[in-house]
Nanobody, 119 residues
Framework: VQLQASGGGLVQAGGSLRLSCAAS????????MGWYRQAPGKQRELVAT???????NYADSVKGRFTISRDNAKKTVHLQMNSLKPEDTAVYYC??????????????WGQGTLVTVSS
């Protein structure tokens, strides 16, 4: 199973970016999907998660600015980021709980995509 993230880049404060992550490989089902981020010198932290049924959860720091969504048929998850702040600068990682054909649920990480917000 692979998670391929895309959409990062350089943006000015107040701008917007949309991250996407596509899952591929031997997948029976995908349960929760999410985005995490890691800023330089800091620990990786949760940004947002979404269940297969569409229930969402956000870090307090991004509520009202970021929106997570997913397309179950395409096995993709997206993160729309608006009103970006310099403190949003980080490497963003997608994450997914994948159900395998042999009955196990395994957790996978994407490769990360860099988001840089200039002031």
């Amino acid at each position: 199973v692979q998670l391929q993230a895309s959409g990062g880049g350089l943006v000015q404060a107040g701008g917007s970016l949309r991250l996407s992550c596509a899952a591929s490989g031997s997948i029976f089902s995908i349960n929760a999907m999410g985005w995490y981020r890691q800023a330089p010198g800091k620990q990786r932290e949760l940004v947002a998660t979404i269940t297969s049924g569409g229930s969402t959860n956000y870090a307090d720091s991004v509520k009202g600015r970021f929106t997570i969504s997913r397309d179950n048929a395409k096995k993709t998850v997206h993160l729309q980021m608006n009103s970006l702040k310099p403190e949003d600068t980080a490497v963003y990682y997608c994450n997914a709980d994948v159900g395998t054909w042999y009955g196990r649920t395994l957790n996978y990480w994407g490769q990360g995509t860099l988001v840089t917000v200039s002031s």
